[in-house]
Nanobody, 116 residues
Framework: QVQLVESGGGLVQAGGSLRLSCAAS????????MGWHRQAPGKQRELVAVITSGGLTNYADSVKGRFTISRDNAKNTVYLQMNSLKPEDTAIYYC??????????WGQGTQVTVSS
């Protein structure tokens, strides 16, 4: 069993910044990929950013240049630094982890609201 706990969401004005954190615990052996997805009301869940254990990253086009994903393997924690936030970034943000041979794990989500 793997548990993912997000923190750092909240309400921010357009142009502001937030930093999300996700801590993994439990049977965390061999988790290769961690990342963030988000889902706004009435829309499908979308990939925001991912990072491998080797440090390779990928971002959705809509957040490139504004968001930065990072990972502390020793602490089993992934971060998402979000700058220049826009109202369209408003969504529930979910932490995700992939464990080869076992599957996917998801956090409970944290709400990010950006006011115009």
């Amino acid at each position: 069993q793997v548990q993912l706990v997000e923190s750092g969401g909240g309400l921010v004005q357009a142009g502001g910044s937030l930093r999300l954190s996700c801590a993994a615990s439990g049977n965390i052996f061999n988790i290769n990929v961690m990342g963030w997805h988000r889902q706004a009301p009435g829309k499908q869940r979308e990939l925001v950013a991912v990072i491998t254990s080797g440090g390779l990253t990928n971002y959705a086009d809509s957040v490139k240049g504004r968001f930065t994903i990072s990972r502390d393997n020793a602490k089993n924690t992934v971060y998402l630094q979000m700058n220049s936030l826009k109202p369209e970034d408003t969504a529930i943000y979910y932490c995700h982890a992939f464990r080869p041979g076992w599957g996917d794990y998801w956090g409970q989500g944290t709400q990010v609201t950006v006011s115009s």
